[in-house]
């Protein structure tokens, strides 16, 4: 496995796979690996014969009171761990390879209505910097198939609209959420959480669930859901932005007819901020 920071390096490497006829796959992640990353890296190579890992921690996606100067950098970590599955490169590029003219003046790609709600509205700007570096990292590498965590629900399906909305030949793939065992999703925020907080995190799965439970049983009274569901977590010490039911396929309110449902949720837990969500189909 190779580790490349140069574009001219990586577009070496990727011209001799592409004249062998090989197909790429990208896994853009912004490192602090962790079994999701890894269940990702996976999915990418049983759709392609090569995959590439991007590793960037993306300053035009962080708000100024957001977490990038603390945000966990760990290439080394992520390297050996990287070696001992299905990858085949790393990219860990510079700011100024992504952004040669800096990023106060760096080209801004904007997908609207998606990304007006849930965390486009928390954290204003986030979803401008999410597509305008996919979209670099998608022009740098040219992959034919690229692959994203279920997770960031809402950000997929922005990916998904702008590669639509372009015309961007690439299959974008998402991967199931990877959870610890009791239920709580694996991210790299999670070790902001205290021991305390650990215990308590679960809470936001089992309450996704058992709404879930309730939209299977015949329950479609989603005001009452989302406002029940919101005070619960309050009441055991989530500071909760969101908790909503809506259409999966592009997060509207959805009516009583709807047979495809993603439920979603945001909230902070001290410095953590947990993001979840889960599909619900009829």
């Known amino acids: 496995m190779k580790v490349v920071n140069s574009k001219e390096e990586l577009n070496e490497q990727l011209a001799e796979w592409r004249d062998e006829g090989e197909h790429i796959a990208l896994v853009p992640t912004m490192g602090n690996l962790h079994a ?45 761990r990287l070696k001992t599955i299905s990858a085949d490169l790393i990219f860990a590029p510079a700011v100024e390879t992504i952004y040669p003219f800096g990023v106060e003046d760096a080209t801004m790609i904007s997908v609207p ?10 954290r204003p700007g986030h979803f401008d910097g999410v597509t305008s570096v996919v979209a670099r990292l998608f022009g740098i590498v040219r992959p034919d198939v690229a692959v994203f965590g279920q997770k960031d629900f809402q950000q997929q399906l922005v990916i998904r609209h702008m590669a639509l909305d372009l015309c ?64 619960q977590l309050s009441e055991a010490g989530f500071d909760v932005d969101y908790f909503a039911i809506r259409r999966a396929l592009n997060l ?13 949720v945001a909230a902070k ?14």
Do not use: M, W
């Not at 960037?56 to 990038?68: A, I, L, R, S």
């Not at 209505?113 to 928390?122: D, L, P």
């Not at 959805?254 to 979603?264: A, F, G, S, T």
């Open 113 to 122: 209505r998606i990304t007006e709600n849930f965390c486009g509205k928390s």
């Open 252 to 264: 509207e309110s959805p009516d009583r007819d709807c047979d495809e449902l993603v439920i979603l």
């Open 36 to 80: 999701g990353h890894v269940s990702l890296v996976e999915l990418a190579r049983e759709n392609a014969e090569r995959v590439v890992v991007s590793i960037f921690v993306n300053p035009t996606q962080f708000g100024k009171d957001e977490d990038f100067e603390q945000y966990p950098r760990t290439l080394e970590k992520d390297t050996r």
């Open 168 to 231: 961007l030949p690439i299959k974008i793939i998402t991967g199931e959420t990877v959870r610890d065992d009791d239920g709580l999703a694996l991210s790299s925020r999670n070790q902001y959480l205290t021991d305390d907080e650990r215990a308590i995190a679960p809470l936001l799965y089992e309450v996704l669930v058992a709404v879930g439970d309730k939209l299977q049983s015949g329950a479609r009274n989603f005001d009452e859901l989302e406002a029940a569901s919101a005070r």
């Open 269 to 282: 837990l001290g410095n953590a901020r947990l993001i979840d969500n889960l599909i619900v189909t009829i």
